[in-house]
């Protein structure tokens, strides 16, 4: 396993999170969206590392927006990621990276692999053996996202947070 990870992490902005949800110090809450890319060489492990990936960002996540992210919710997203990437390691050859952008209402998921080929989505077959990985998705997360990209495409998921 080979990880390469791009930080677009925005600064502390000093705002602390308290019981109540209110503000512990005079300084604003964060304004951006906390943004992580992580890039990977296809190797094998790279599924749980990019879950490790999940992982580290949900903590930040809480911390710097006060986001609250039960175990429930990080085990969807855990799941959610592990399908996404899964895929494109089956079908395209391997993901290159995935990319995870959130605030305190909801994690966008994306992974992006070099295959120009759209995922199909199946319809829902109890007795088919597999092939159920963008149908997990789809009902852990509010939207997917498919978009071709220049050398090939990303597909993502919208996952809300409770409130």
Same mark, same amino acid.
């Given at each position: 396993?080979?990880?390469? *990870?791009?930080? &677009?992490?925005?600064? $502390?902005?000093?705002? $602390?999170?308290? $019981?109540?949800?209110?503000?512990? *110090?005079?300084? #604003?809450? =964060?304004?951006? =969206?906390?943004?992580? !890319? %992580?890039?990977?060489?296809?190797?094998?492990?790279?599924?749980?590392?990019?879950?490790?990936?999940? &992982?580290?960002?949900?903590?930040?996540?809480?911390?710097?927006?006060?986001?609250? /992210? =039960?175990?429930? *919710?990080?085990?969807?997203?855990?799941? /959610? !990621?592990?399908?996404? %990437?899964?895929?494109?390691?089956?079908?395209?050859?391997?993901?290159?990276?995935?990319?995870?952008?959130?605030?305190?209402?909801?994690?966008?998921? *994306? /992974?992006?692999?070099?295959? #120009?080929?759209?995922?199909?989505?199946?319809? =829902?077959? #109890?007795?088919?053996?597999?092939?159920?990985?963008?149908?997990?998705?789809?009902?852990?997360?509010?939207? !997917?996202?498919? $978009?071709?990209? #220049?050398?090939?495409?990303? /597909?993502?998921? !919208?996952?809300?947070?409770?409130?």
């Amino acid at each position: 396993m080979n990880e390469h *990870t791009t930080t &677009t992490l925005y600064p $502390a902005s000093g705002y $602390a999170c308290v $019981a109540d949800g209110a503000e512990a *110090t005079g300084d #604003p809450a =964060p304004t951006r =969206p906390l943004h992580h !890319v %992580a890039h990977f060489d296809g190797t094998p492990g790279s599924v749980a590392a990019a879950r490790a990936v999940t &992982t580290r960002f949900l903590h930040r996540l809480g911390a710097e927006w006060c986001a609250r /992210v =039960p175990e429930r *919710t990080t085990g969807d997203l855990h799941l /959610v !990621v592990s399908e996404l %990437a899964t895929n494109a390691e089956r079908h395209a050859g391997g993901f290159h990276a995935l990319e995870l952008t959130g605030d305190a209402t909801h994690v966008v998921v *994306t /992974v992006h692999d070099t295959s #120009p080929v759209a995922p199909t989505f199946l319809r =829902p077959d #109890p007795a088919r053996v597999g092939g159920h990985g963008l149908e997990i998705v789809r009902a852990l997360s509010r939207e !997917v996202r498919i $978009a071709r990209t #220049p050398g090939g495409k990303s /597909v993502g998921a !919208v996952v809300d947070l409770p409130h």
